[in-house]
């Protein structure tokens, strides 16, 4: 063989299509493991995994480390769930209920999210359980505990769809928290109350409402749509006008973070490779199982969320400044 053949062979270098490069670089197994089972790899495999990974070091991993892995788990998801705080403040929330096949079981898991915006703009989770469907009950005691836990002061906003437990306990447990409805899922079901001709010209209507930059232009264009579906497809546009205020609340926020606050996708996103492992599995053999992961998941998943968009504004919003149509005002002009 060629000396310049053998060179260029060993200048090849191993890239993960797995991983993400952070992983790529970390030596912490624990960092690891949530990863490789997120992307699919079996508990048998991660000894071979690992080792192509991270080296010769991991050539002694079992399986039954790996049990122990997620057993250690379900105890963390236990303290993780009992964190206190009462140093926290949150901006923003975001609530979606997340469901689950479960093996052993009939009935499909809820399993209940609150994830918050701080004032310097990095995302948590708040807050995680394993309720009974989307009911006002669950919501009311997953809300409780986290004021209980010393979250007392209201964030100044939540985020979710159109779920009614969730806005019936948080008017209970948070009565001055403004409401937020995700656009997407409200675009979902009016395009769903419309015949499929329509829908795309639709879609681009209810377009023009969510992405104008002032709030009047925001109306003008929804009473542009109510006036050209209300008569034909009232189903369609009442869906969309019962929620008409709480749908335009992002206005009085930072214009920077409206991104964030017109959808539930912070939740939606970390959510989806979630879901992509749970089919991949064909879902947990009990509820506690599939709590726990979902946890452990999550919480590997947050290490590394980005900042928010606008996070420079948001203590602005705590200190007690308005904002018109993203813009801020003077607290004299306020």
Known sequence: MDRRDVEDEEKI?????????????????DDLIPWLYLRGISSGDFSEALQALVGPQAKGFRQTWSRGFWRAGRKSTQRGIAEILSDKEYVSLWADGIHFNIRLEEDRQCILVLMGATKDGRKELVAILDGFRESEQSWRELLADAKSRGLKKAPKVAVGDGALGFWKALRKVYPKTREQRCWVHKTANVLNKLPKSLQAKAKSDLHEIWMAETRENANAAFDRFVEKYGAKYPRAVNCLTKDREALMTFYDFPAEHWIHLRTTNPIESTFATVRLRHRRTKGNGNRLACLSMVF?????????????????QLGKLLEGYTFVDGIMLEKDAA
């Not at 270098?13 to 197994?29: D, G, H, V």
């Not at 998943?301 to 968009?309: P, S, T, Y």
Request: with cysteine; charged share 30%.
């Open 13 to 29: 270098r191993f890239n993960s299509a797995i991983l993400l490069p952070y992983l790529r670089r970390s030596k912490n197994i």
């Open 296 to 312: 452990k998941l999550v919480c590997a998943a947050e290490k590394k969320w980005r900042k928010l968009n606008g996070s420079e």
